[in-house]
């Protein structure tokens, strides 16, 4: 098996085939050239793991060549050689992104070495480079939907605070991408290459909360029959991610603070302080103020995390994100079924706009995954979407029900109620023309000129509802 395929180029005939030779029998894969069109050529044409390039050759200098390959393939490093009068030249082709340089003559296990040296950069860059695309497609911001405007105000936010180490406090309903959102924020921050760590509080009971939390020592309680680390330990040097604290018992807040204040904390059943390096972001979808006026969370815990706020707002308030969101889920859900499912007709469309959506995203998720699920058809039908689940009561009029019927007091004036829907529609025709003003005037039976005017009024951006390049994470 070859250790990697190298194009070296000399026109000094003798010394190239002394230098093949000495490659192939080290287990190399070689291609020789005299003359550096054929180098480029052969370059463009086939996959080079390294060049090597002489210095000084007949038509042009190694330099300009070595600048050819890089315009070729930037990936592919080149080790120069160069006569011993020409190391300026040589540390200049170095300055210009030469990997290294071997003054001639040189020993055979020199070149030999520079070679292993080079191949295991490439290699390690290579790897970087994949882990860094993993990551933009995971969590980068501008693959996470943010068409409204009220999204992308949380993404300037995060953007803004993400390599600061202030505590975090995200608020959403159930379903809004809180734990995208926070690692969003790890992965732009400075702690990135250190561990994520994440743990819903309302899924333990309070003995095995603070185990979770601080880790315990072994015989700390019964079936304890060894010690463990804790999250705030595993998560040292990074994010601690708090899910739903506001489910967090009181004798636990009152531990959490003091980590947040002190920096240390004791493991359960320990009297030896533990010291750690941790940010922390908490989120909940419980209004935590009310809570400390019930008497249930601490204020002083509140004030300690909730030095930076981030709203995430309900799918009903950013219906402008709703046809990205579905597009991305049916190709996640097609891709995970081995189906070939291309869209949804209008009205299922339309009955998605119209939806109040209590889950959010993660119920639209479901609803997708449904859909792609039932149908049999590249296009999914209407009796698909939302199956057993009712719209608004009013979906035709593309107003929301009252939930308590009969109260005056939650009723909007008809004004009110009127620019609402009249926004409401205009965020529907726009997303399913994908932004294009004449289709969407069509649509509303309007002249362009009054539907312009009609954008302008309730402040939307026709250039906001185009198909964004890049694809959409879910939470």
Not at 44 to 63: E, P, Q, W, Y
Request: proline content about 4%.
């Amino acid at each position: 098996m070859s250790l990697g395929k190298i194009l070296i180029v000399d026109d000094d005939a003798n010394l190239l085939e002394l230098i093949a030779m000495r490659l192939e029998s080290a287990g190399y894969d070689v291609m020789a050239a005299r003359e550096e069109d054929h180098a480029v050529a052969a370059l463009k044409a086939g996959a080079f793991d390294l060049c090597i390039v002489d210095l000084m050759l007949s038509n042009r200098d190694g330099i300009t060549l070595m600048e050819e390959f890089r315009a070729v393939n930037p990936e592919v490093p080149t080790i120069i050689l160069t006569a011993h009068g020409s190391i300026e030249n040589a540390v200049e082709a170095m300055r210009r992104g030469a990997y290294s340089y071997l003054t001639k003559p040189f020993e055979p296990r020199d070149l030999l070495l520079q070679i292993e040296r080079a191949l295991e950069n490439r290699n390690l860059n290579s790897e970087i480079k994949r882990l860094k695309v993993l990551l933009h497609e995971q969590f980068d911001f501008a693959n996470i939907i943010a068409r409204s405007a009220k999204m992308r105000s949380v993404l300037d936010v995060v953007t803004r605070i993400a390599k600061l180490d202030s505590t975090v406090h995200i608020h959403g309903e159930s379903g809004t991408g809180k734990e995208l959102i926070a690692k969003a924020i790890h992965l732009a921050s400075h702690r990135k290459d250190k561990p994520f760590v994440a743990l819903n509080c309302a899924a333990l009971p309070e003995t095995l909360l603070e185990s979770e939390l601080f880790g315990h020592e072994k015989g700390a309680f019964t079936g304890a029959v060894k010690s463990t680390r804790g999250l705030f330990t595993q998560a040292h040097g990074g994010t601690l991610f708090l899910d739903e604290i506001g489910d967090m018992p009181l004798s636990t807040q009152s531990k959490v603070l003091r980590v947040l204040q002190e920096r240390q904390f004791y493991p359960v059943g320990s009297e030896v302080p533990i010291e750690v390096d941790v940010r922390v972001i908490a989120a909940t979808n419980k209004d935590l103020e009310e809570l400390v006026k019930k008497g249930v969370f601490r204020d002083d815990l509140f004030y300690r995390i909730h030095v930076i706020p981030i709203f995430l707002p309900p799918l009903r308030d950013r219906k402008e994100d709703i046809v990205p969101l579905v597009e991305h889920f049916l190709k996640k859900c097609s891709q995970q079924m081995k189906k070939d499912v291309k869209g949804i007709v209008p009205e299922g469309l339309r009955k998605l706009m119209l939806h109040e959506w209590p889950g959010n995203v993660r119920e639209l998720e479901n609803t997708v995954e449904y859909s792609v699920a039932m149908t049999q058809k590249e296009i999914v039908t209407e009796e698909y979407i939302l199956q057993g689940k009712s719209v608004s009561s009013e979906a035709g009029h593309g107003l929301a029900a009252d939930k308590q019927s009969g109260s005056d007091d939650t009723m909007k004036p008809l004004k009110d109620a009127r620019d609402a829907f009249e926004r409401d529609y205009l965020v529907q025709v726009l997303s399913m023309t994908d932004g294009n003003v004449s289709q969407a005037a069509k649509l509303a039976g309007k002249y362009r000129a009054d539907f312009y005017d009609l954008l302008k009024k309730h402040d939307l951006k026709a250039d906001d509802f185009k198909k964004p390049k890049s694809v959409a994470n879910s939470p």
